[in-house]
């Protein structure tokens, strides 16, 4: 189902520096965005995420490497080729940056008018975009006059008013509410299948990432950590940041419990069983649970779970046992 | 002095200090505009990036505006003469108004065209515009409640100016109180002529702050 490479980054850097401080805030990144597919970057704040998603439309330039568009150096363009491919990338904020002193519909309107669309005809879209995110009735307001999750929408229609191949999204849900960031990446995720608009997207939740993208590149340090499809690199994630960005490591390293105790991970058993029930159940022994971190993806678990170590030699090695022929890992914690 | 005559005299003022006023601000605007324009859009991280020639207009601009308007008046008289035809009379001095005024406007514009967010000018990047878009339809647009503010500002400043004109020979609601009221002592019409001077300042500010209300849809 991979469509063919559209924008393409090699080995990109970013210095930012002034007279006392150097900042490399992209190091030597390198990764692929394939069309139609909703491509993640996550990383904690300070990862360079931003810059990079800036560096693609050249909002940013970095100081080395390349970022291709369809095979095409954007970075070695000039102005008139940079402002072409640029009506061709929509691009979406944290903090919306509609024009305040339009309208909605002239917001909406804005990218048609700079690409000198007739009248009659810009008016025909608007109202057709407009539809598309569900504000046909706030054509004649002003953006103050919207919630953030309208403004947002209206930020949307106007992203995708010049027809754009690719909508980047720079933390688009990240000053919005629990529930209006579900309606958005709803709206996101369904532009990106009716209208087959490949999308990048940068955010610092991975609950993000994983209700939207199919992709995923973890970005720490200025530096891609991992990248792959979203199921995989949650499966197998490597990286420090990767477990920190999944909750399956804590914010801060975890402590190892004062007393003896079993680790147990769960990487990927089916969440449909009732695993520790049925060990209750079946072998009559009382599991202590210390602590739990799990998180269940696509019908599977995912993350640890912190036990006391049974009494008795006997119940432990049953227990170990049973969870490993369940296709979990088990380790000792803290045995003297 | 009879009602009439004061009244004649005071709108005969009032119609020389608005004909100083009004052309003044209109072509200090033309040339105050564009250079407020260039001070915003070529600061370092701006939309045209030109450091070096930033500073330079910058500090032409602080140059010209640190030179008082009385001394200005006087010291641009050969030239007001070349390019007016005449040094003296209230038609010339609308040239060393303009001189004096359009550095002032330029940084007041400057002020205004801060004010926009940035992110609204990125925005607008990202969709593609070129510089001249960028300015004609964001910038300018975005600050316009507080460029007319401004331009309210700009208005009374030259409209105190115009009161100095009668150095250079000019008329106006000033040259009455000072020529006709003060020196002569007639205290009657140097009191209205200034009381006169209050009430077009009052006008303009209060024109101002109601459009710039009006205009602006921010809430």
């Known amino acids: ?140 307001a002003y953006p103050a006059q919207l919630s953030g999750g309208q403004r947002q929408r209206v930020a949307i229609a106007r992203a995708l008013a010049s027809n754009p191949e690719v909508l980047l999204c720079d933390e688009a849900t990240s000053a919005l509410d629990p529930m209006t960031t579900q309606s958005i990446l709803t709206l996101l995720q369904d532009i990106n299948q009716r209208l087959g608009i490949t999308i990048v997207l940068i955010t610092h939740e991975m609950a993000v990432i994983r209700q939207i993208c199919n992709r995923v590149a973890i970005l720490d340090g200025g530096q891609v950590v991992e990248e792959g499809n979203v199921d995989e690199v949650f499966v197998h994630t490597q990286s420090e940041a990767g477990k920190r960005l999944f909750g399956i490591l804590p914010e801060a390293p975890d402590e190892d419990p004062e007393q003896p105790a079993l680790r147990i991970v769960f990487d990927g058993a089916s969440a449909e069983k009732p695993i520790m029930a049925n060990l209750i159940r079946e072998h009559g022994i009382l599991i202590n649970i210390l602590s739990a971190n799990i998180r269940h993806l696509g019908g599977k678990s995912y993350g640890q779970m912190l036990i006391e170590m049974p009494a008795e030699l006997e119940e432990k090695l049953t227990v170990v046992a049973y969870l490993e022929s369940q296709g979990m890992t088990v380790k000792e914690v803290n045995n003297q | 002095m009879r009602m009439e005559q004061l009244m004649q005299l005071l709108w005969t003022g009032l119609l020389e200090t608005l004909y100083m006023t009004i052309p003044a601000t209109l072509i200090a605007y033309l040339i105050g505009m564009p250079l407020g324009v260039l001070l915003v859009v070529t600061r370092k991280n701006h939309m045209m990036p030109a450091p070096r020639f930033n500073t330079v207009l910058g500090a032409v601009i602080n140059f010209l505006r640190s030179i008082p308007f009385i001394i200005l008046l006087v010291l641009l008289f050969p030239v007001t003469r070349a390019v007016m035809g005449s040094g003296i009379g209230t038609r010339s001095v609308i040239f060393p108004l303009i001189i004096s005024a359009f550095p002032y406007i330029a940084r007041m514009v400057e002020g205004s065209l801060n004010e926009v967010d940035r992110g609204i000018i990125e925005a607008a990047q990202s969709m593609g515009s070129t510089s001249w878009q960028l300015i004609r339809k964001v910038l300018i647009p975005e600050a316009m409640p507080s460029l007319v503010n401004g331009a309210a500002i700009c208005m009374v400043t030259i409209l105190s100016y115009t009161a100095m004109s009668s150095a250079a020979g000019g008329g106006g609601l000033g040259t009455i109180a000072i020529v006709k009221g003060l020196n002569m002592r007639q205290s009657d019409i140097m009191y209205s002529a200034s009381i006169l001077l209050v009430l077009l300042v009052q006008l303009i500010s209060l024109a101002g702050s109601y459009s710039t209300k009006r205009i602006d849809h921010r809430n």
């Not at chain 1, 189902?1 to 992209?26: H, Q, T, W, Y």
Request: glycine letters at 8%; a positive charge; charged letters at 25%.
């Open chain 1, 1 to 140: 189902m991979k469509g063919a490479p559209l924008i393409e980054i090699i080995k990109l850097s970013k210095v930012f520096s002034d007279a006392e401080n150097r900042v490399v805030a992209l190091n030597d990144i390198s990764l692929t965005v394939h069309e139609k597919e909703i491509y993640g970057i996550v990383g904690m704040s300070g990862a360079g995420k931003s810059t990079l998603i800036r560096c693609i439309n050249r909002l940013d330039t970095p100081n080395a490497g390349q970022v291709l568009y369809r095979g095409r150096d954007i970075l070695a363009m000039d102005r008139r080729q940079l402002l072409s491919t640029r009506r061709k990338m929509g691009m979406i904020f944290q903090q919306f940056n509609l024009l305040m002193q339009r309208t909605v519909g002239q917001n909406v309107r804005y990218p048609l008018e700079i690409a000198g669309v007739k009248h009659a005809q810009a008016n025909a879209r608007v109202r057709e975009l407009l539809d598309i995110v569900g504000l046909q009735d706030k054509l004649n």
